[in-house]
């Protein structure tokens, strides 16, 4: 059996984030492998902390015109000072871990030998397999999305030979009791409050004293054996003698939704367990395994990808990353990464589940970096830019089902703090739907474009899918409201332009005349980038829709009045309304460049000023040190791609790989965050095919070590399909299918495929049809 789709190791997991994670978007698993003592990490995606309350600072109303005028004397540092005591909040809460798993087997012989672990991308499944004793034994891990559970089977090829003890622990208050002599049950409450890990007080972790308020969870374990003895005593499951066992779990939180306390108002977790379990009494393993596949392949198979002719899948995937830090190739590897990015969104961000956070679903500490929360100023929305192109277009909705809670929350924020209709969101939200500014700076800590910026997908979901009542219903109302918020928010400058103020560059800082560090002025680069996209895409909706004609002209004159782009004196993009010093020229954050990725203004077909620019404020960021987080470097390779600079983005996805990423090919931040996994893919793709400018380009930035290769199922703007493949690094087959009909422009390098017409390429297509080229 081939192993191109398989991560594989000789040993097992030495620590958490070597482990192999599994998931079915809402449970999540991370399996070491130990022949001794596996622990099986697990998550629940809805186990937060915390509690719904009104997070917004009712005191801010009161001081936004002060810190407006305090800015347009040019006195930043002030206006930053009185932001930092009077207009920041709280914090939002933690993605909490549920608990682990822990199967201590007992064997005589400490010596054995054939171990390996691996995690096949093709089936979502874990193996674990090794030899004692002359044995040879196999566990086989999955999580079902269809069957809601985590299925673990154990086998020998000798009869009997199966013994071992299970039990659940978890780092949340919480106890283990037996329900009967096959079945465990782990059941346990959250904090109703967990500050950040970098926040020191005494007091960091809060339950509720009199025990009622808090997400309660519960897990069931319980156990199916063939031959042997099964018994629960003290909270272990144990089997002896067993010749097969198929271990089933299944997991629930009381959660009801962002506005309902889970203490009180909660859902019957327990009753959702055994519900489960009931329905899984009759369905054979083999059925529960068959159901699985059938459903992961349905979102899996749509795309296929191979890169070059060299295959060292032999290797495992630890010896193949130590050859990547060698200066040697290995394309296969590039083509394993990106379909890990496939996979990780599928198991992460499922119909139903919760959006990706900045672990995905997988989170092993009580209070982790973060908060291992939603960072809506690049991570958040970095998650899914590989969605539509990757063909996932369905894991991207609970990223719009977050963005209609948000547009309830976050209407309060714009009225009770910003006196503004419609809706926004700072840069840190969470289960509760945390929508205000966050304590500690401003710099981080106010930035109220993060529902703007998150309307980008709505759009783009229907330029990839062209799903009209998608946009009337579910995206328009949002992005309008967004919309609604910009346009009330903008004031008035000295000269009469439109600017946001406060603005700040997300996370970024620059010296005032003085030389102090300053966070907050009007209007930066990166608001204006992202208030053009929001604005441009309404009028887009509106013209498809046929709505909101006055809505439509109001945008249009904002946009007329909005500040110009703007080059500073090293010929770079300038960030800030003006061309401050930088205080930190190599910042990990590369915000003015939005309008190049994931914005699409800057292009070839219009402001090349600014592609030039973009170039050159790329270059300078990294001289001065940039890139050096693995979310960032993965938007360098975006930048590159769009920039056609074939081998700097090659360059930078080798970075990613060699420097930024953990055996188990999880994204380095460090410590491990899981936005590089999907910025990498997204990358990827971007390399292969583009459709941003409304011209489909087959291999836009294609380097010269990919020399050969295929590629099926990605997906482009206008609904449409491509597949193709390249030799000598010209394209040898083209095939597009259109899903919905309509006009196709198409090139690949410099040249075109089609009908000529004013100087644009078009074939007039057919909805269901598939043109071979």
């Not at 697990?42 to 800015?71: F, Q, S």
């Not at 269809?146 to 978890?170: G, Q, V, Y």
């Amino acid at each position: 059996m081939s192993d191109k789709l398989k991560l594989w190791y000789k040993e097992a997991a030495t620590e958490w984030v070597e482990s192999l994670p599994l998931g079915n978007g809402r449970l999540g698993a991370m399996v070491s492998g130990d022949v001794y003592n596996e622990r099986i990490a697990l998550n629940e995606d809805t186990l937060w902390t915390g509690i719904p309350k009104d997070n917004n600072n009712h005191e801010a109303i009161n001081y936004i015109d002060e810190v407006r005028n305090l800015i347009l004397n040019e006195q930043y540092y002030e206006a930053q000072e009185l932001m930092n005591n009077k207009i920041l909040a709280g914090y939002t809460e933690s993605y909490a871990p549920m608990g682990d798993l822990y199967l201590k087997f007992n064997y005589n012989d400490k010596n054995y030998k054939s171990y390996r672990r691996e995690l096949d991308l093709s089936n979502a499944k874990a193996t674990i397999s090794y030899e004692i004793n002359n044995i040879n034994y196999k566990r086989e891990v999955f999580i079902s999305a269809p069957d809601n559970a985590m299925i673990i089977k154990i086998s020998a090829d000798k009869e009997k030979s199966i013994s071992f003890s299970a039990t659940l622990r978890s780092l949340l208050k919480s106890k283990v009791n037996g329900l009967n002599q096959d079945t465990i049950i782990l059941k346990g409450v959250t904090p109703i409050c967990a500050l950040p890990s970098y926040v020191n007080e005494e007091e960091s972790i809060i339950y509720d004293e009199e025990g009622k308020l808090g997400m309660r969870f519960q897990v069931y374990l319980k156990a199916r054996v063939t031959e042997g003895n099964v018994n629960v005593t003290n909270g272990l499951l144990n089997i002896k003698e067993a010749s097969s066992v198929t271990l089933v779990l299944v997991a629930n939180t009381s959660f009801n939704g962002f506005d309902k306390e889970p203490g009180t108002e909660g859902k019957d977790e327990e009753l959702l367990c055994k519900s489960q379990l009931k329905s899984l009494e009759d369905k054979s393993y083999e059925e529960i395994e068959s159901n699985h596949i059938d459903d992961y392949r349905k979102l899996f198979n749509r795309v296929e990808f191979c890169l070059g002719n060299d295959d060292y899948s032999y290797l495992p995937t630890n010896e193949r990353l130590e050859r990547l830090k060698n200066n040697k190739e290995d394309l296969g590897l590039i083509s394993l990464y990106f379909q890990y990015g496939r996979y990780l969104l599928i198991s992460s961000s499922r119909e139903g589940s919760q959006p990706v956070n900045l672990q995905g679903i997988w989170n092993e500490d009580l209070r982790p970096a973060w908060s291992s929360n939603y960072t809506v100023n690049i991570n958040t929305e970095m998650n899914y830019w590989g969605a539509e192109t990757c063909n996932l277009s369905e894991c991207h909705n609970p990223l719009f089902n977050m963005l209609k809670d948000l547009s309830v929350t976050g209407a309060s924020t714009a009225k009770t703090m910003f006196n503004c209709n419609g809706w926004t969101t700072n840069h840190n939200v969470d289960l509760w739907r945390y929508s205000s500014t966050v304590q500690g700076s401003s710099e981080w800590g106010f930035w109220p474009m993060g529902g703007a910026w998150m309307c980008q997908h709505l759009w783009e979901h229907y330029d990839f899918t062209r799903d009209k009542n998608f946009l009337k219903n579910e995206a328009y109302p949002i992005m309008k409201g967004a919309a609604i918020f910009l346009l009330d928010y903008l004031i008035e400058d000295k000269d009469g332009n439109l600017v946001t103020c406060p603005s700040t560059s997300p996370e970024n800082n620059f010296l005032d005349n003085e030389g102090r560090k300053c966070c907050a002025s009007m209007m930066s680069t990166m608001d204006i980038s992202i208030i053009r996209d929001l604005f441009n895409n309404c009028i887009a909706a509106i013209n498809v829709l046929k709505v909101d004609n006055e809505f439509k002209e109001e945008l249009q004159k904002a946009l007329g009045r909005l500040p110009k782009y703007k080059v500073n004196k090293f010929g770079a993009v300038q960030e800030w309304y003006k061309d401050f010093d930088e205080y930190e020229p190599g910042h990990r954050h590369m915000s003015h460049l939005f309008a190049l990725y994931p914005g699409r203004e800057i292009s070839e077909k219009n402001n090349f000023e600014l592609l030039e620019a973009s170039k050159k404020t790329l270059e300078r960021r990294l001289n001065q040190g940039g890139g050096h987080t693995g979310w960032s470097c993965a938007w360098i390779i975006n930048f590159y791609a769009r920039l056609k600079e074939a081998e700097l983005a090659n360059k930078y996805l080798h970075v990613l790989l060699k420097n930024l990423t953990f055996m188990n090919l999880f994204c380095v931040h460090p410590p491990f965050q899981i936005d590089g996994n999907f910025g990498g893919t997204a990358g990827i793709a971007e390399m292969l095919i583009q459709s941003h400018t409304g011209i489909i380009e087959i291999l836009p930035a294609i380097p010269k070590a990919w020399r050969c290769g295929y590629i099926k199922g990605l997906k482009a703007r206008g609904g449409f399909v491509i597949d193709f493949k390249w030799d000598n690094n010209e394209i040898t087959k083209l095939s597009i299918t259109s899903k919905v009909g309509g006009k196709c422009k198409i090139k690949f390098g410099k040249k075109y495929i089609g009908t000529m017409i004013n100087e644009s390429i078009e074939i007039d297509t057919i909805a269901g049809k598939k043109y071979r080229l």
